[in-house]
C-alpha cells in the first residue's frame, strides 16, 4: 500500500422528494447547485471529487482533518 486516503460521501436529502413535487427541471438545477458547492468545498481542502453519485458524490482526501473541513462547507 502507497498511502491512505479518508472518504467522503455526500448525500442530497429528498432528492427524490424533490424530483417529484418540483419536476425534473427544477431537480436538475438543484444537483447541479449541490455538485457546484461540493466540488468548490472538496477542491477548497486539498480533496478531490472521485464520481458523481447522482444525488451525491464521493470524495478523498489526505487527511481526515480535511475531509471533516470540508464538510463543514455547505449552504444552511
Known sequence: MVGTEVVLFTDMVRSTEIR????D?????IRRAHDAIVEHAVGEHGGR????LGDGALAAFLATSDAVASS???PA
Open 49 to 52: 471529487v472521485v464520481k458523481g
Open 25 to 29: 427541471v427544477v431537480a436538475d438545477e
Open 20 to 23: 417529484a413535487k418540483q419536476g
Open 72 to 74: 463543514g462547507r455547505h
